[in-house]
Nanobody, 119 residues
Framework: QVQLVESGGGLVQAGGSLRLSCVASGRFFSINNMAWYRQAPGKQRELVALITRAGSTDYADSVKGRFTISRDNAKNTQYLRMNSLKPEDTAVYSC?????????????WGQGTQVIVSS
C-alpha cells in the first residue's frame, strides 16, 4: 500500500509564501511523475504543476513565475513553493503521483491540504 501525505498548508496573507510538501511511503519500486492539483470551492480540480522523475516541469498559466515544483527522489518527496500568493489561490491542494511497484504502475492521491489566502 502506498500513501501520499501532504503538509505545509495554512492561512497566509496575499503576497505571502507557503511551501507544501508531499511524502510517499509504503512498498514501491519508484515514483514517476508527481504533481500538485488544487480544487477551489465550487470549481473543478485543476492541475497546478507537474514534475517528471528527471526533473522536467510544467505549470498552469495562472501560477507560472510564482510557484515552483521540485522533488527529492531519495526522500520520495515533492515540494511546491508558492510565492506572491493571491486570494484566488485559495483551495485544497492535493499531491498526485504515478507509482511503480515493479509489475504495475498506479496513480495515487494524497488527502489534500488547505491553503487560504486572505486579501
Amino acid at each position: 500500500q502506498v500513501q501520499l501525505v501532504e503538509s505545509g498548508g495554512g492561512l497566509v496573507q496575499a503576497g505571502g509564501s507557503l511551501r507544501l510538501s508531499c511524502v510517499a511511503s509504503g512498498r514501491f519500486f519508484s515514483i514517476n511523475n508527481m504533481a500538485w492539483y488544487r480544487q477551489a470551492p465550487g470549481k473543478q480540480r485543476e492541475l497546478v504543476a507537474l514534475i517528471t522523475r528527471a526533473g522536467s516541469t510544467d505549470y498552469a498559466d495562472s501560477v507560472k513565475g510564482r510557484f515552483t515544483i521540485s522533488r527529492d527522489n531519495a526522500k520520495n518527496t515533492q515540494y511546491l513553493r508558492m510565492n506572491s500568493l493571491k486570494p484566488e489561490d485559495t483551495a485544497v491542494y492535493s499531491c498526485n503521483a504515478d507509482v511503480s511497484t515493479g509489475s504495475t504502475l498506479r496513480n495515487y492521491w494524497g488527502q489534500g491540504t488547505q491553503v487560504i489566502v486572505s486579501s
